[in-house]
């Protein structure tokens, strides 16, 4: 019996070993990045902090970075597309960074579908896609409490910047008992949208929402959304034209009733707006 207990304990300590070696060499070079979930999000992130010749920046969700992905290069319009999984709040980080860089900019485009801005940063890819990436000692200054109001509630958010744990794609099991009052703008992107406005003022560039493509099937959805919302957290400048901006199409055109099954097809849409 001792035999075996020593025999686990010596296999437990190489397993251990292992696992924080491999950690460790992930970090080496931020490998780790392009592994992980969230990748595209950690990509979004270094490329916001390169200096670019385009005077338009456009921030996204999936499906936008389903019609601009920010992989491709672009002299007009530098894409930082993601995902709705980083929030408001990451969104305004990207666009943070990509004027503390030296960028000048005469637009911002956030293309966004209607239902992604109901974030609340209160969702099971919160973990992975906003603690890891972005609430790091780096963007402190950049978090409000709203924010880490609502990270509180996540348990071993200080625990995520671990090499084992950051490097990984393990995330705690969390199910939020937020009772939401809103079904169109969070708190977090309340606060974040009108941050972003302020950066526009600040540095002389318009601000344009634009919205994705919207399955005709969803167009009920959006009907009941509650656009008292906007006047109720002072956004009606922002949201001017958003809803306008909506293109419904065919629900045989989404593979899963939001992303596009051949999104090329209709970039030819907002090309001109874009322009």
């Not at 990451?90 to 992604?116: C, K, M, R, W």
């Not at 708190?187 to 601000?207: C, D, E, G, Q, T």
Request: overall charge positive.
């Amino acid at each position: 019996m001792k035999h075996f207990v020593l025999k686990t304990f010596i296999f437990s300590l190489i397993a251990i070993g292992i696992f924080q070696a491999k950690s460790y060499l992930l970090l080496r070079n931020d490998k780790y990045t392009k592994k992980v979930l969230g990748a595209e999000v950690y990509f979004s992130i270094e490329k916001s902090k390169k200096k670019s010749k385009a005077r338009k920046v456009l921030l996204g969700d999936s499906v936008g970075k389903q019609m601009f992905d920010s992989a491709e290069e672009n002299d007009t319009v530098n894409s930082l597309t993601s995902n709705q999984a980083i929030s408001m709040a990451g969104q305004y980080v990207l666009l943070h960074n990509y004027i503390a860089a030296g960028n000048e900019i005469d637009t911002a485009y956030i293309f966004f579908t209607p239902f992604s801005f109901v974030n609340n940063l209160d969702q099971i890819f919160t973990y992975n896609y906003f603690v890891k990436p972005f609430y790091r000692d780096e963007y402190q200054p950049l978090m409000e409490p709203v924010v880490r109001q609502q990270l509180d509630k996540i348990p071993y958010v200080a625990y995520a910047q671990y090499p084992f744990i950051l490097t990984s794609n393990w995330s705690p099991e969390f199910k939020s008992k937020d009772k939401d009052e809103f079904n169109l703008i969070s708190p977090v992107s309340a606060v974040y949208l009108h941050k972003i406005s302020s950066l526009a003022r600040m540095h002389h560039f318009k601000l344009v929402l634009v919205s994705a493509p919207v399955s005709n099937q969803k167009k009920k959805e959006v009907e009941v959304l509650h656009r008292e919302e906007i006047a109720r957290n002072n956004l009606q400048d922002e949201f001017t034209g958003f809803f306008e901006s909506i293109v419904y199409l065919d629900e045989s055109n989404f593979k899963d009733g939001t992303h596009l099954k051949q999104p090329e097809k209709f970039k030819y849409l907002y090309k001109n707006l874009i322009r």
